[in-house]
């Protein structure tokens, strides 16, 4: 029973990085269409620039932490503007394709300026595990529990609460019309994978600090992000996050209790079930955002 | 003229294990081969129906582990305590299997998976091709796990009386690589010219009007992943009994991306277009590999990648094709039917 309890609990966390993630990729995937294959380079991104400012360069954690969530916000848009806006009117496994030159580049530019070694972050969390109950856990991981529940509330009020998030669901029901409407459609895309790309890099630069970071770590963060966007349903906020959760019990499930040589396969038998008996997604009645 | 060109290619191919003595360009022409092949039975599937698997590895890899293991033998025991055992079988009768079983995993995620469509598939091929990499890892009774399985025998072809040859050199590899290849490459072009060809191009290039005239979309889909799926498996078997040692590695999604890079720049939908690519992105280590660490290749790969979809989506061969205003009839077709035909989204 403590052991189940402490899964729950390892899930919990793991849960709301997974979370960032999928509300990350499922906004760029619902409103642009665009299935990024370097979703999960942004979220090594985010944890290498950690590494870079906090150890490196000494910067306060905390601030490192902000600062690689807007450098993942300039790297979306960066992204966004060389590789993407010139293939606005491509279809969408072209688009597919660039993405994965971009995860290609990005992984082994990784891999050539910090190495196969991985590295870690020191925090300023006290080493000694909290104890409640029979339960332990870590200061850090309690932080970034509620780090990452703290930008998920941030990102559904921007959506929903924000001119810039209604022109976002705007664009996402019909674009031509969005248009017509006055938003500025290409500007909205852009914010969008910046958005998106940040939320990416939020979610690496937390768990960069919890487990070790390495230039494959993206590799299984983007095919992971898409299990949560198919699992939540496209476009929908509400849906990643309980998406994320969704998976992340899965992983502990069947790490603790199956085999932990396969708990990365959940993820994946989780997609296949999905889409084979379900694919509109757990949750979504019909294609929305917000 | 136009009708001799392939001939004099392959002439030209066919001779050279006579004047190239160098082991390691023989190698690089020999995986080269193989990856070709694989690159021909993906571009099957995404050129002439439009379905981006990027989950084909697994069906090379699946090839792969069934020869060597036909041919090694194996001992495991399943769930409620049945055990199986294999004794070794002749290696011909494990490219054959080898081929047949990857061949009916591409019945079964095609029947299962095309229920979906674009990006969707394309996440439910990654997710099978992942799942059987971790599966190659984790069974260690059967595969090994990391540790790999070695002594795979070379593939040997021969009858009782009139005796045995073993494809153990690189010459002889050279040779059995290249009849595959061109016996893929008959295959495929056979198929695409045949009334099935059409029907996947119409596929393709509208789904809900080539149902209007009553193609059968799963069948034909079904099938062009059957036979997809079983060429990968034979050159995924040609791998393992060529390099006598497999890993679950050769499960890696990187790989998926080579044949994707190949057939993409060559030109998809093409029938040469494998082949250039394949022969492009084979030799770009073999000429990198002095001057740039295995990373700045590969960011090569992806910076090239993206260029030629930037600068010739359609791929070099159609570009060549269209320079010098060669044009067969399929590609006739294909030029008056631009892919911006294709404008379901991936709802």
């Not at chain 2, 360009?25 to 698997?53: D, E, K």
């Not at chain 2, 969707?120 to 997710?127: E, G, H, K, L």
């Not at chain 2, 009858?159 to 893929?184: A, E, H, M, R, T």
Request: hydrophobic fraction near 55%; aromatic fraction near 12%.
């Amino acid at each position: 029973m403590v052991e189940f309890g402490q899964h729950i609990i390892n899930m919990l966390i793991l849960g709301s990085t997974y979370a960032l993630l999928g509300i990350g990729l499922t906004l760029i995937f619902g409103i642009m269409r665009i299935v990024n294959f370097a979703h999960g380079e942004l979220y090594a991104f985010g944890a290498y620039f950690v590494y870079l400012a906090a150890m490196m360069l000494g910067i306060n954690f905390f601030i490192a932490l902000l600062l690689a969530i807007v450098a993942g916000c300039l790297m979306g848009a960066l992204i966004e503007v060389t590789l993407l806006r010139p293939m606005r009117n491509a279809d969408i496994d072209t688009t597919m394709l660039v993405m994965i030159g971009a995860m290609i580049i990005m992984q082994n530019t990784e891999q050539f300026i910090w190495g196969g070694v991985g590295k870690s972050v020191n925090t300023p969390f006290p080493q000694a595990p909290l104890q409640v109950g029979p339960f332990f856990l870590s200061w850090l991981s309690l932080f970034v529990f509620f780090a990452a529940l703290g930008l998920i509330g941030a990102t559904y009020l921007l959506i929903n609460r924000t001119k810039l998030g209604k022109a976002m669901r705007a664009t996402f029901q019909d674009r031509d019309t969005a248009s017509l409407m006055g938003v500025n459609v290409q500007a909205i895309y852009m914010a969008t994978f910046a958005i998106g790309s940040a939320l990416a890099a939020a979610a690496g630069a937390l768990l960069g600090a919890v487990y070790v970071i390495t230039p494959q770590m993206g590799n299984l963060a983007a095919l992971k992000s898409f299990a949560i966007v198919i699992l939540g349903g496209l476009g929908s906020i509400g849906g990643a996050t309980i998406g994320g959760f969704i998976l992340a019990l899965a992983e502990e499930m069947g790490a603790g209790y199956v085999s932990s040589g396969y708990r990365d396969a959940m993820g994946f038998l989780i997609i296949i079930a999905v889409l084979l008996f379900r694919p509109t997604g757990l949750f979504a009645r019909k294609e929305r955002i917000g | 003229m136009k009708r001799l060109f392939p001939w004099a290619v392959l002439l030209v191919f066919a001779s050279v294990p006579l004047w190239l003595n160098d082991p390691y360009l023989l190698n690089a022409f020999i995986t080269t081969g193989v990856f070709i092949v694989a690159a021909m039975s993906l571009n099957l599937l995404l050129g002439y129906t439009g379905q981006l698997s990027l989950g084909h590895v697994a069906f090379f890899g699946i090839g792969a582990y069934t020869s060597a293991l036909v041919s090694l033998g194996f001992d495991v025991e399943l769930l409620f305590g049945i055990r199986v055992v294999h004794e070794p079988w002749p290696v011909w009768s494990g490219f054959i299997i080898g081929t047949l079983v990857a061949g009916l995993f591409g019945y079964l995620v095609g029947k299962l998976s095309f229920r979906v469509r674009d990006a969707y598939f394309v996440i439910v091929s990654i997710s099978f091709a992942e799942v059987t990499r971790l599966v190659a890892l984790n069974w260690v009774e059967l595969t090994q796990g990391p540790l790999a399985l070695t002594s795979i025998p070379p593939l040997t072809l021969g009858l009782p009386g009139i005796g045995y040859f073993d494809f153990y050199s690189k010459q002889s590899n050279y040779y059995l690589v290249l009849g595959v290849l061109v016996i893929s490459y008959v295959i495929i072009s056979r198929l695409v010219k045949s009334r099935i060809g059409r029907a996947m191009v119409a596929l393709k290039e509208n789904e809900s009007l080539a149902v209007s005239v009553g193609i059968d979309v799963t069948r034909y889909l079904v099938l062009a992943a059957v036979i997809s799926a079983g060429m990968a498996g034979a050159a995924g078997s040609l791998y393992a009994h060529y390099l006598k040692i497999i890993d679950p590695d050769v499960f890696l999604f990187l790989y998926t991306i080579t044949m994707v890079i190949m057939v993409v720049t060559g030109g998809k939908g093409t029938l040469a277009g494998p082949i250039v690519g394949g022969l492009i992105f084979g030799f770009i280590p073999v000429i990198a590999r002095s001057f740039a660490a295995p990373e700045v290749q590969w960011i090569l790969y992806g910076a090239f990648m993206i260029l030629i979809l930037f600068v010739l989506p359609q791929g070099i061969v159609p570009a060549i094709e269209k320079w010098f205003g060669v044009s067969n009839e399929a590609d006739e077709a294909r030029q008056n039917t631009p892919s911006s035909a294709k404008t379901q989204d991936a709802s």
